[in-house]
């Protein structure tokens, strides 16, 4: 896909969300690099996500980074994806509940929406899009997608955004309800950062 290198990378995994961050750094763990994120670098300005995909606003914010920083850029984009909200909220998943809204106001609305669907059309999935870029290309794209159905209340703890809301009828419980650990082992960016992992060593861009 790429010319290979073999030389140490410092990679800018571009994101401001901690809980973002720190799976995505678990999962990378042993590789060849090392890593920067958003916070290490507050006088960047932001990109606007612009698009109406994950997979476009991913490469757009790796782009985008890339070429601001000169460094190798990991950026995802993600969201819920509801069956009966015709794929919503989708990439507007982090701003769902308007301005300043936050995870608390975010699952509000998205109960509020749903408070007349029964349990069986509550179908949904959480995917996660990861693009690589470099020398003002995408030279690595990843995806991984968790289904699982939103519950009636919250439950559970863990994670962060809609966790406490997905549950995943295959292990019983909601993300929220399993340990860092079993949710990176099925999550939808777990998939995608294991993916994008593969392909780095595959490709022996590290």
């Not at 909220?89 to 301005?99: E, I, L, M, T």
């Not at 106001?105 to 179908?123: F, S």
């Not at 009828?169 to 992992?197: D, L």
């Amino acid at each position: 896909m790429v010319t290979a290198l073999s030389k140490l990378r410092k990679i800018l995994i571009a994101t401001q969300n901690q809980g973002k961050l720190r799976e995505i750094q678990s999962e990378l763990a042993g590789l060849s690099a090392e890593f920067a994120c958003l916070a290490d670098l507050p006088s960047l300005a932001e990109v606007e996500e612009i698009h109406d995909t994950f997979r476009e606003n991913a490469d757009l914010k790796a782009l985008y980074y890339a070429d601001l920083t000169g460094l190798w850029t990991l950026a995802d984009d993600s969201g819920l994806e509801v069956d009966a909200l015709g794929g919503a909220p989708g990439v507007f998943s982090a701003r769902y509940g308007g301005p300043d809204c936050d995870d608390a106001r975010n699952n509000a609305k998205l109960l509020a929406e749903l408070a007349d669907v029964p349990d069986e059309k509550r179908t949904a999935r959480f995917r996660c899009c990861l693009s690589l870029a470099a020398d003002g290309k995408i030279i690595a794209r990843s995806e991984g997608i968790l289904h699982g159905r939103i519950a009636f209340s919250p439950q559970g703890h863990n994670g962060f955004g809609y966790d406490p809301l997905f549950y995943v009828p295959e292990h019983g419980c909601t993300t929220a309800q399993m340990s860092p650990e079993q949710k990176n082992a099925v999550s939808h960016r777990g998939q995608a950062i294991r993916a994008m992992k593969q392909i780095m060593l595959t490709e022996k861009l590290l």
